[in-house]
């Protein structure tokens, strides 16, 4: 009887799996290759627009605690010391300066996500609106745009940090540190290249958070062909 029992339950499961897979693929059908990369490119524009709208302004990343940028693990020790020493304000101004730093940096991702844009192909877009993935998209974005981004990013967090004076008042924390300074890690030694990648993360963080709204929920999806293709998915 167990085993007459156990052959019911799988035959009942693979049923099931079955009216799920036809439900997806009749899902899928009902939408074109030119609806869905639409859609898609819609959706990847105003997770776009969202991002560098809310992270390229002032206190975009420092008044964001998702996204700010903190002191580098391996500065943290040295910024006790530097507050003991006197020099709290220095450390808070320092900290300021990498998030305005990202801040500065972030508007120029609007070309460079277009760009990427133009690669995704019908297919790409079948599979990343049917991936079951709530960011997806953002994902796609992040294989073909990250490198680039990079190298759009560094030069002006080089230049901001430069200018203001960051770099300097790093060089001062650290030799107040003295020989704790041998063991502040790959960030701290490569301040610039840190500040970058947090931008890149704090950007892909918000187009993730905005592609998630438009799946999950309909006020976000706010034309109809966000309406129709995301729409199915429910």
């Not at 995704?120 to 990250?146: H, P």
């Amino acid at each position: 009887m167990k085993i007459l029992r156990m052959i019911a339950v799988r035959g009942a499961m693979v049923a099931v799996a079955a009216t799920l897979l036809f439900a997806t693929n009749a899902s899928a059908q009902k939408i074109s290759d030119a609806a869905a990369a639409l859609g898609l490119k819609e959706a990847l524009v105003k997770g776009v627009d969202f991002a560098v709208d809310s992270l390229g302004q002032e206190d975009g990343f420092f008044g964001n605690e998702d996204v700010k940028i903190p002191l580098p693990k391996g500065l943290k020790s040295i910024a006790r010391v530097a507050k003991f020493s006197g020099y709290g304000d220095r450390v808070d101004d320092f900290e300021l300066a990498m998030n305005r730093a990202a801040e500065k940096a972030v508007p120029v991702a609007k070309d460079v996500f277009l760009d990427s844009l133009k690669q995704m192909t019908f297919d790409d877009a079948r599979k990343i609106l049917f991936s079951g993935e709530d960011d997806a998209a953002t994902q796609f974005f992040r294989r073909t745009s990250e490198e680039t981004l990079r190298g759009k990013f560094r030069p002006i967090v080089e230049q901001f940090t430069e200018e203001t004076g960051v770099t300097n008042s790093y060089k001062r924390m650290v030799e107040k540190a003295g020989w704790m300074a041998r063991f502040a890690g790959k960030e701290a030694n490569d301040l610039d290249g840190y500040v970058t990648q947090k931008a890149l993360d704090g950007t892909f963080y918000m187009i993730a958070l905005e592609e998630k709204k438009i799946r999950k929920d309909p006020i976000g999806r706010t034309s109809k062909i966000l309406r129709d293709v995301f729409g199915i998915l429910k």
